[in-house]
C-alpha cells in the first residue's frame, strides 16, 4: 500500500493532504478522501490519466486533481469541490448531487449526465452529448459542446460559451440551454425562444460563477423544449 502524506507543495497550499497516484491505487485514493474530516483540502498528484478519482463522496472537501485524469472523475458526488488542473474523460461529474465538478482543459463525451444539483465548469470544450439526462444541475462549458449535448435534459441549466453541434437538445424536457455562438442544428423538439430579463439574470450569475469573461449575458440564444413530446401515442401510424 502506498503512502500518504500531509505536505505543503506550493505557495498557499499550506495543510494540504499530498495523494500521490504514483503510490496508491484508485481505491486508496477513494478510501483517504472518504475517511478526511470535512473541510479538509487535498492534492492529489500524478493522475497520469487515471478513471475513477475522487468518486462517491458526500461531505465539503477541496480537491485539487494536478494534472490529466481519465473518466467519471467526481462521479456520485455530495458536497466537493473537485477542480482538475487538465483534460478528462467520459462521464465527468456524473450524477453529482451538489458540490462544484471544474475541468481547467477539455472534457470527453457525456459531460455531467444525469447531474442533480451543483455546479460543473468545463474551461475549454466538451465533445458529445454534453448534459445529457441533466436533472437539475447547472452545466457551464467557456468552449464548444459537440452533437447532441442536452439530449433528454429534464431540468436544470447548460451555458455554452462557444458553438453548438448538430441535435442540439434533442427530446429536451424541462432544462433550458443558452448558447453565445452559433447552433449548427437543433434537435428534435428543440426550439429557440425569445430571451427574457429573467434569463439574462440567470446566465450573469452562472457567467459569474463559472469565472468566464467572454460571454454576454445579454447576447446568448436560448434553447428550450416545444412540448410537442411530452405526450405522444407510439401506435399512431405504427411509427414514433
Known amino acids: 500500500m502506498g503512502t500518504v502524506t500531509e505536505t505543503a507543495p506550493e505557495a498557499g497550499l499550506e495543510n494540504t493532504l499530498e495523494l500521490d497516484c504514483a503510490t496508491l491505487s484508485t481505491r486508496e485514493v477513494n478510501t483517504a478522501l472518504r475517511e478526511l474530516p470535512a473541510r479538509s483540502r487535498v492534492r492529489i498528484v500524478n493522475p497520469r490519466g487515471r478513471h475513477n478519482l475522487a468518486v ?74 454534453a448534459g445529457i439526462s441533466l436533472k437539475g444541475a447547472e452545466l457551464a462549458v467557456g468552449g464548444d ?55 439574462v439574470d440567470r446566465v450573469r450569475s452562472l457567467v459569474e460563477r463559472a469565472g468566464f469573461d467572454h460571454i454576454s449575458p445579454e447576447d446568448v440564444t436560448r434553447v428550450a423544449s416545444a412540448k410537442h413530446l411530452y405526450n405522444f401515442d407510439a401506435l399512431k401510424e405504427q411509427k414514433y
Open 56 to 129: 462517491a463522496l458526500d461531505q465539503e472537501l477541496d480537491i485539487e486533481i494536478a494534472g490529466h485524469a481519465g473518466y467519471f472523475i467526481g462521479g456520485l458526488c455530495d458536497g466537493p469541490s473537485i477542480t482538475v488542473d487538465g483534460f478528462v474523460g467520459w462521464s465527468l461529474a456524473e450524477n453529482l448531487m451538489s458540490g462544484t465538478v471544474r475541468v481547467r482543459g477539455n472534457a470527453s463525451e457525456c459531460c455531467g449526465a444525469t447531474g442533480h444539483g451543483g455546479l460543473i465548469v468545463v474551461h475549454g470544450d466538451t465533445s458529445s452529448r
Open 145 to 199: 459542446v459537440g452533437h447532441m449535448s442536452g439530449f433528454m435534459a429534464q431540468a436544470g441549466t447548460i451555458l455554452v460559451g462557444g458553438n453548438a453541434g448538430d441535435a442540439l437538445g434533442d427530446s429536451l424536457y424541462e432544462a433550458v440551454i443558452y448558447v453565445a455562438g452559433s447552433i449548427a442544428s437543433l434537435g428534435s423538439d428543440a426550439q429557440v425562444e425569445d430571451l427574457t430579463q429573467e434569463d
